[in-house]
């Protein structure tokens, strides 16, 4: 059984504010010495024995649907 | 504070080699750095720098095409706006056309500041960040002119989001009508600043261009206005908020161009927001502004520092010296030209006297705000920007900000003799009616409204929705109460008759103009400041031109007529996708000044046995109404406006609500005479029973759908009866009948059209989005 998942991400430059505000706030608490966080999302496919290819169907499913192209990108992972 | 990156030995700016290079190279070079600029543009240049004796760096090249771009020089309609708006009265207006934002006097002591701009170019390609990032925008207009943000508005325009069959690979309006409104949703509530007023439409020719115009109004005490200009030789150069990134390069010149399928690769024009950058943002700003520490404030939109700094500058006859190594950036590596031409978000251009750096430092550091200083002002012609030891531009002012001026070929419309063709009425109205009122065009925009937050900061009078709570019906312009102790409000609506401006862009923008001044009128304020947000196809085609001078000319005379100056606006030009391009659509924001709040009427019917009267007379045409084009039928006329009965309606109008004689009011526009009273019926499920032979000889569906003139449907209690009749003397008012406790009865000389109750009519209206959002 292929366990694949899709990490999705904001591309470089692009602003991340929930991740801006959780390092904003770090500082306040009194977390200090780390440089940037960044945030991202990651699916995980449980899927079916028998799918003759299962990434190209993953990567598929990521560019209609999941990721973004204009402000994210996605990595897959077997 | 500072960052600096050298990249030890390595010039920071790279020569660009236009001396001596011929038409093709030029193209080439202005394909490869994204430049945008036309062939002639770049000969000119190419003259500029040869008359100089050395070639540009890219830092200046990419500065030029920002600041030439149309969206920054407003190149094609600069020429025109000129020609019809400079000889325009300023009546209250304080600053109009001439800073950021308009500035209009409010009472004695305060003003209000007024700004409505587009966005649509971004919203097309990430609808979620465009939409949001729009409202940033605007709400950062208003802050520079040290103005407290009070109200948001947005005119949203989709393509047919009930098509399922659309091809290409642009995205589906249903998509772009949920990011949009998601966007505008997330940042306007996150703000804190409340959303009251703004429109939204349905056609086929926003499919692929969809629109968003956001809008903002905020006040200010008069001697406290910051201008948009430094005069003072010393001054320091602060970059206040958000740090500078590549998100957003190259925005502008890509608004000034065409949106085709290869747009989708162009990633780096867009940028997400952060509205918990801006809600402390606004009050280090302020509270800055408040303690007199500020000389000149600008924000920075489209175009960056690039233009904020250009601008601020060349207004107060100064430049400045910008050492843009001390610009706080979100990544490591940046370019120079980059960090000059970076449209990331959140960000203003403080000018400030070097010995308030200290209290600003404090203000600032207060509210966890970032700012560098970057630079410095200096007299002279000539702005230099240095990165570490190195020049890296070096041009002058005038030449950099002012830009190209236009006179495109332009041609007007033929005028043709065939109106429409009368359809046969052959329908049953109510069986009509059902379905005429799920039409996306007609129904609710509660589904959109339900979203964003109306009532935040506590100064809202009259929401967008009005009525029972949970069963309310539309506003026609809201209300609010900005000052704490003065019972005076301001009453705000946005919108545009498109649909008549394409079949007649001189007309169709009076129907655009009298709409939203009866829209704030029935409020009972006095309409006195407009603001444009011009949204059109292709300048470089004729016809589109020709659209743009009509449009302006119609504005311009409706303006003198009613004694309205126009105190800012905005031109969005090349809205076209793969060649088709969208109706003109002339979105007009307009702001009144009302005396007593608690007086204020709303929409909605609020008893029964009260009577209903028609204020104005009819206009006895289909063209351009909702009816027509629900039943796709096209028309080449319009109705008539007349200007004169609408000054004379509004003098009456503002006495009459001064003495309370009318319980509630609703213009007549969209789907005509027939949703007017329906509107008013939802608010409290009160019906109607009229009888509409006394309006005129028309035909009966004419009376009930025509859209034209300028005509209020007003409430009067029995009592007032003949103090209202006296009030309007001069003035063609129609009786038409009763408001009912929610029995709804329509006739026309003696047949019955219409019978039923308010919730048959209301429940189709309620539910006509709830497929797509």
């Known amino acids: 059984m292929p366990v694949i998942s899709v990490e999705i991400k904001f591309l470089p430059g692009v602003e991340d504010p929930e991740a801006l505000t959780i390092h904003k706030n770090l500082r306040l608490l009194g977390y200090s010495g780390i440089k940037s966080i960044k945030t991202s999302k990651t699916y995980t496919f449980d899927i079916e024995v028998g799918n003759s290819d299962p990434k190209a169907m993953v990567k598929e499913i990521s560019e209609k649907l999941l990721a973004n192209p204009v402000i994210q990108s996605y990595t897959i992972r077997e | 504070m500072k960052m600096a990156v050298n990249k030890g030995g390595e010039t920071a700016a790279q020569k660009v080699g236009l001396i001596g290079a011929d038409v093709k190279q030029l193209e080439q070079i202005c394909t490869d750095m ?150 505008i949703r997330d940042y306007g509530n996150r703000v804190g600043i409340p959303n009251i007023a703004g429109s939204v439409e349905f056609d086929k020719c926003f499919n692929n261009s969809p629109l968003v115009n956001a809008g903002c109004i905020g006040i200010v005490r008069k001697d406290k206005i910051s201008r948009s200009l430094i005069s003072k030789i010393g001054d320091l150069l602060l970059l206040v908020g958000g740090r500078t990134g590549r998100d957003g390069i190259h925005g502008v010149n890509f608004a000034s161009a065409i949106l085709t399928e290869a747009s989708e690769e162009k990633k780096s024009v867009v940028q997400l927001g952060n509205p918990i950058i801006k809600e402390p943002l606004i009050h280090a700003v302020l509270e800055a502004n408040e303690a007199g520490l500020i000389d000149g404030m600008k924000d920075l939109g489209g175009g960056g520092l690039s233009s904020s700094v250009g601008e601020i500058c060349l207004a107060g006859g100064v430049t400045a010296v910008v050492q843009l190594d001390h610009v706080l950036l979100k990544e490591e590596g940046m370019k120079p030209w980059e960090i000059w031409v970076s449209e990331s978000q959140e960000r203003m251009l403080l000018a400030i006297s070097p010995e308030n750096l200290e209290n600003i430092s404090k203000i600032f550091n207060g509210w966890d705000i970032e700012f560098s200083v970057i630079g410095e002002v200096v007299a002279g012609t000539s702005l230099v920007l240095m990165y570490d030891e190195e020049k890296v531009l070096d041009l002058d002012l005038n030449f950099l900000t002012s830009g190209p001026v236009y006179c495109r070929n332009y041609e007007l419309p033929k005028k043709e003799m065939l109106e429409y063709v009368i359809p046969p009425e052959d329908v049953n109205l109510k069986q009509f009616l059902l379905n005429f009122l799920t039409d996306p065009s007609n129904c609710t925009r509660e589904n959109i409204l339900r979203q964003y937050d109306h009532t935040v900061r506590g100064d809202t009078v009259i929401r967008p ?136 009427i709303s929409s909605d019917f609020k008893g029964p046995g009260n009577h209903i009267f028609v204020i104005g007379r009819e206009s006895s045409s289909l063209g351009g109404s909702q009816y027509l084009k629900f039943r796709n039928i096209t028309s080449t006329t319009l109705p008539w406006f007349d200007m004169d009965e609408l000054k004379l309606i509004s003098e009456k109008y503002v006495e009459a609500y001064g003495k309370e004689l009318i319980l509630s009011a609703h213009d007549v526009s969209s789907g005509g005479l027939i949703q007017a009273l329906l509107e008013m ?36 209690r029995p009592e007032k009866r003949e103090e209202f009749i006296k009030a309007f003397d001069g003035v063609a008012v129609t009786e038409i009948g009763k408001t009912t406790s929610g029995e709804i009865r329509l006739e026309d000389r003696n047949l019955i059209f219409l019978e039923g109750n308010v919730m048959e009519f209301k429940d189709p209206w309620l539910h006509g989005l709830d497929n797509y959002i």
């Open chain 2, 465 to 600: 929705l009005t009525g029972m709570p949970n069963g309310e019906t539309h506003s026609d312009a809201s209300v609010i109460k900005p000052l704490e102790n003065s019972k005076k409000g301001l009453a705000i609506t946005a919108g545009s008759r498109y649909d008549m401006v394409a079949i007649d862009p001189m007309s169709g923008t009076f129907g655009t103009m009298t709409e939203a001044y009866l829209n704030v009128l029935v409020t009972g304020a006095r309409p006195n400041s407009v603001v444009d947000c011009l949204n059109m196809g292709n300048p470089e085609e004729p016809k589109i031109m020709g659209q743009l001078i009509q449009i302006l000319q119609s504005m311009s005379e409706f303006c003198k007529k009613l004694e309205l100056p126009v105190v800012a606006g905005n031109v969005s030009l090349y809205n076209q996708y793969s060649g088709i391009n969208i109706k003109p659509v002339p979105n007009i924001m307009m702001v009144g000044v009302m005396d007593d709040v608690s007086k204020a």
């Open chain 2, 34 to 183: 994204s430049l945008g600029l036309s062939t002639e543009e770049m000969s000119m240049l190419q003259n500029y720098f040869s008359n100089l004796g050395r070639n540009p760096t890219d830092v200046e090249m990419q500065a030029m095409a920002q600041a030439w771009s149309e969206h920054c020089c407003y190149k094609s309609s600069k020429f025109y706006l000129k020609k019809y708006f400079s000889g325009l009265e300023k009546h209250d207006a304080m600053l109009a056309m001439e800073d950021d934002a308009g500035v209009v006097s409010f009472d004695d002591d305060y003003a209000y500041v007024v700004k409505m701009e587009s966005h649509n170019h971004p919203s097309a390609l990430e609808p979620y960040g465009g939409a949001a990032t729009g409202v940033g925008g605007i709400l950062r207009d208003i802050l520079c002119m040290g103005a407290q943000p009070v109200g948001l508005l947005d005119s949203i325009y989709f393509g047919e989001v009930w098509n399922y069959s659309l091809k290409g690979k642009g995205l589906h309006p249903r998509f772009v009508l949920n990011n949009v409104v998601g966007g």
């Open chain 2, 681 to 716: 019926s939802y608010g409290f499920n009160r019906g109607f029973d009229v009888d509409l032979t006394d309006i005129s000889d028309a035909r009966t569906f004419e009376k009930i759908f025509s859209e034209g003139g300028e005509r209020i449907v007003v409430e009067v």
